[in-house]
Structure formats: C-alpha cells, structure tokens
C-alpha cells in the first residue's frame, strides 16, 4: 500500500469525525492499514454512531485521552477551531507524535500551530483536495481522496521525517501529493474555493430575494452554479474569515471582470461582451476533470 | 404519445439543427410521431450530417424551400437571430401554419415575431428548459426534454389552437407544460439562468486573470460553480443582449448580496457573515432536481 509501511503511525487519532475525517478512517481500512484508530468530538452520540459504523476502534470526548497514545493526530474539525484543540492538547502529546489536520486554509495559521506545537511534537499542514457540500460521517466514504490532489504545507521549520509520513499516508490513499508554501496555497484556494463558495452563497440570496417564485423555475445550470452553496455555513464563515485578506483581494478581481461585462452589456457592446464571454470559455476548457481524465 | 394526435402536425421544419433542434426531432421519432423533418441551416455539409444520423428526412439551405409545406416551424438557432428569420420566411408560409420557438428569451422578442407573422400564420412562444452547456446536433438526445419543463408564453393575440398544438408536442415529448406572460418569463429567467451565466464567466476571468497556474487547482466545487461558462459565447451574448434591461436588473440585486457578504467579512463581522451564508444555505435547499425527484 506503499513503498515506505514503515513510516505508518500505528495509532492515529482523528479530531472531528465527520466528513472528511470519517473518510480518512474508512481509507485507511480499506486499504488495509495496521492502525487503530480513535474518534474524539464534543457528541458523544455522534461518536458511538460512527464506531457502530466501523469508522473508530474507540472514541472519546476528553481530548486529553484522545492524545496520549497517539502516533499521529489528524486535525478535521472546522479550520477555526483548530488552535483552541492544538493549545488543549498539546502538553498531553506523546513526544514526536505528528499533529496534521485537513484544513482549507493554511498562511499563518500553520505557522501559529507549528509553534504551539513545538517543543511538543511535530506539525504538518496538509489539505486534501476532496469533499464537498455534503457533511457528516455518514457522506464519508473509503473513494473519497481517491485520484485526487493532497496540499502539503511544509515550512523550513517543518520536520523532514514527519513530512515524509503524512505525504506516504495520503500517497497510500491514491491522492496526488503536491508541496506548496502556505501563503500560497491560501492565494491559490482563496480563488478557486474560498471566494466561488462566497459568490455562490451571494448568488442564491440575490435570486431568492427578488420573489418567492422565481427559485422555482431553477434548472441545471442554477442548481450546478449554487451547489456549493449547500455548504455548512458554520464551516465556511470560517474558512472565509481565516483566509479574509486573499478572499477579499479574490473579490476586488471579481468584482473587475463582472462589471467589465456589466458594462459591456450595458452600453450594448455585443464585440466586447462576446469577446470577455469567449475568454471565460476558453479559459474554463483548460480546467480538467481529474478523476475523469486519470490525471 | 398525446391525448389528442390529431392536433400533431405531419410537416415539420427545424431552423437550426443543433443540440435542441436535434433533440426535438430525436424525441418526435423515439415517440413514433407521425411526422416529416425538414432541417434548414446554412451549412449543407452539417446538415447533410445531421440527415446521415437519422435525425432529418431532408434538409435544405434555403429558407423559403424549407417553409413552403411546413405546418409547424421551431426556431432553434440563437435568438438574436429569429427576427430575421421569420422576417425572411413570413410569404412562403403556408397559411395557418405555427411558428414556434425554443428561445430563452421572450418579452419583446414575442410580440415583435407575433407582429411579423401576423396575416401569414400563427407564432406561439415555447421554452424547453432544457440543454446545458454542449452544443450541436451531436449532443443531442432523444430525452433530453424528459421530465423537464417547458414555458409557454401566450398573449392576447395567440391563436389558441396553435397554442393547444405547441403545448401538446413539448408534453408528448414528457415535459411539463406551464404558461407566463412573455415578461415574466424574462423577468425569472434572467435571475435563474441568464444572469448565473454572466456570473460563472466573470468568475472564471477573475481567477484565470490572477496568474496562469490558479486554474490548475480548480477542484469540483469550481468546476460545477463555472459549469455554465462552457457555454456558447455566440449564443450566450445573443440571450444577454436580448434580455438585456432584466439581466442588468440582476446585477444590481446581486451586487447588493454580494457586497453585503464581502463587508461582513471585512468587518470581520462573523454573525453577519453566517446569517447570510445560512439564509443561502436554506434558500438553496429548497430547489429541487426535478428529474432525480420525479416532480
């Protein structure tokens, strides 16, 4: 299942049993990982309900037992709780264990972790690209990093050995992995993610506030369009907040292009409208189907 | 395949043999329609195409040929270009014969056609929602129509047993038939279909315009929030500019959501920020898929 087995944690503790975290539990399984693997969350309910389901081996809401043992932790709870956890957690670490977490957002909140972390145990900022507007362990499932691309977040603090082992374990789930700095992932996601989530969610309340009826005639291009504005407004006020700067330079480029069509519309300029419409489309042609093109 | 096949026209002519116009002929032959298909287009080569696939019994470039023994005409080339058309077409009509449409736009565009056909034979105004962002009689599906809806636009001036023809073939063809005047139908349809689409391009624009490698990390929440800028840059200018006075109107309505998201999250106003990703949220859900719920 890799080319390293070695490096695999033989205990891994996922914060957040959800999602993402679930499918991480239900990959690593699948896969046939010699892990075990032990939810912690806030819902104790929630948490028997996932280990009934075979995503845990255990599951608790003390975040310090949660730890102790721990090889590895996986951060998967929403991104703006991230440094409250990694402040409680830290002291009760088993020296050398890896701190990773899921998130969307990286920049500075990678290198706060990384110090909070320190002196402690070892942190790797990784993202994998994957989810979606469902939430839930009950949407997780074993496919879902499949053939698509993991984010690694390493800094020139970052330990090479514990960088080595997160990128082998989202290797041994079939994603792509992928370095980049954490300023410029949240550059690259604020633009492909973070900011479409935000004009999706304007979308919707700019097409619901005009009549009541008018929802109803939506079709497939409207449904696609706002898809993504299913998602968990909890999550995403979130994310939107803990990447705010290049979310907010993200919109003034938007807020450009869309009046340059407004504009062209409005002074009856079919060449230019026709022309601003073209590069949309060809630009958009460029952007490839991972999964579908095996990328 | 009708409650009343006698109202069926035997001779029907389909200006514009693309994704829509294939379809519909496709549909008619799937539900055994007793009828003959003449395709007119400019092209001999694609229409001689879209004959060796079955989809035409004849074609031909020639606009008056095309009319002279059709009892129904489907406009299905881009709207912008239907005045011409039907200006060009009115004598070599047969009398009594209906004029009919698939356009996305209606309002003025209605009465100007009604008024151009008058004294020579009977325009109804049709829109299958139904398409999507290919383009071509070689995406074109004998259920494409299925399940969907279609908007008839009557007036005062429509015959009404033209009006009872048009609304029998969309509902043989299993589409659900509804009625709106010419500027409502605009009205709705610029917030749900035609504004969407200038949104899905300038968002598409912004994020290629930042630098050339963002694109690259487009994931799936991108590429169905931009879907729709696939889409015809011909045909999409033609439906903007043709619905121009409501798709402006739905700009200034977005702006507002949209401005009112961006200062919540300059402010770092996060309750703000959540009501309105929740009131999206909410607003979202309630739009259906209506083939996958069988509405």
Not at 52 to 74: K, V
Not at 98 to 109: A, E, H, M, P, Q
Request: aromatic share 6%.
């Amino acid at each position: 299942m890799t080319d390293s087995p070695r490096l695999f944690p033989g205990k891994i503790t996922i914060f957040g049993v959800g999602l993402l975290g679930g499918s991480f539990a239900l990959a690593l399984r699948a896969r046939g990982a010699a892990v075990t693997i032990t939810g912690w969350g806030r819902n104790e309910e929630r948490l028997r309900q996932a280990y009934d389901r075979g995503i845990l081996d255990s599951f608790t809401t003390d975040a310090a037992d949660a730890c102790r043992d721990a090889d590895l932790i996986l951060l998967a709870t929403p991104v703006d709780t991230f440094r409250d956890s990694v402040a409680g957690m830290c002291r009760h670490l088993k020296p050398g264990a890896i701190v990773t977490d899921v998130g969307s957002v990286k920049g500075t909140l990678v290198s706060r972790l990384e110090a909070l972390v320190s002196g402690h145990a070892r942190f790797v900022g990784a993202h994998p690209i994957a989810g979606g507007e469902a939430s839930g362990f009950e949407a997780a499932r074993a496919d879902l990093f499949e053939g698509e691309r993991c984010i690694i977040t390493p800094t020139p603090k970052t330990d090479r050995d514990a960088l080595r082992t997160v990128t082998a374990i989202w290797e041994s789930l079939g994603m792509a992995v992928e370095q980049m700095s954490p300023d410029r992932h949240d550059e690259v996601f604020a633009r492909v993610s973070h900011f479409p989530h935000l004009v999706a969610y304007a979308l919707v309340n700019a097409v619901a506030g005009h009549d009541g009826a008018v929802l109803g005639y939506a079709g497939s291009g409207f449904r696609d369009t706002t898809r993504i504005a299913q998602s968990s407004p909890e999550l995403w006020s979130g994310i939107l907040m803990a990447n705010r700067d290049e979310v907010l330079a993200a919109g003034s480029e938007f807020r450009k292009k869309f009046e340059q069509i407004m504009n062209a519309l409005a002074a009856e300029d079919r060449a230019s409208l026709k022309a601003a419409l073209a590069r949309a489309q060809t630009a958009r042609a460029s952007v490839q189907n991972r999964k579908a093109t095996g990328e």
